[in-house]
């Protein structure tokens, strides 16, 4: 099987999340392009290439990793604004947070999420789901190609 490089957009606020999730990517040897946007806004200013986007335009990522709770729009805003978009509703949205609420999971499946991964303490215990994540979205799954 070949590797299909994906364009991963990540979604959070959080820098110790931000750097552990990279740096599991690093460890992983993961082949993918991570982009990382802050909050809400800035993912669909990336996706829709506006704001800082526009000028220099960025992939429409192939894959999007969300976290939930984030200041100015909370991820379950962006899932349902991208999933309500014919040309950005075929993007597979994975939640990734560290809520672990049942409400929470309900919430991102109704609303069109592809998976749903509580971030685990430890980063050897997040480099693993990582490598998992990398086996089942880069080998197994077959995504669209959205542009």
């Not at 993912?43 to 939930?68: N, R, S, W």
């Not at 962006?78 to 950005?88: A, M, Y």
Request: charged share 25%; with cysteine.
């Amino acid at each position: 099987m070949d590797n299909k490089v994906i364009d991963i957009l990540l979604v959070d606020d959080g820098d110790d999340d931000v750097v552990i999730t990279q740096r599991a990517f690093k460890k992983s040897k993961l082949l993918n392009n991570l982009y990382i946007a802050r909050n809400g806004q800035e993912a669909l200013d990336f996706i829709y290439h506006e704001g800082k986007y526009k000028i220099e335009p960025v992939p429409t990522p192939g894959l999007i990793l969300l976290d939930i709770n984030m200041p100015n729009m909370n991820g379950f805003q962006v899932l349902e604004k991208l999933k309500s978009d014919p040309k950005h509703c075929m993007i597979p949205i994975i939640m990734l947070t560290i809520s672990d609420r049942d409400e929470d999971i309900v919430r991102s499946y109704k609303n069109g999420a592809v998976s749903y991964i509580t971030k685990p303490i430890g980063f050897e215990a997040f480099v693993k789901i990582i490598e998992q994540f990398e086996i089942y979205w880069s080998l197994i799954s077959k995504i669209p190609h959205v542009r």
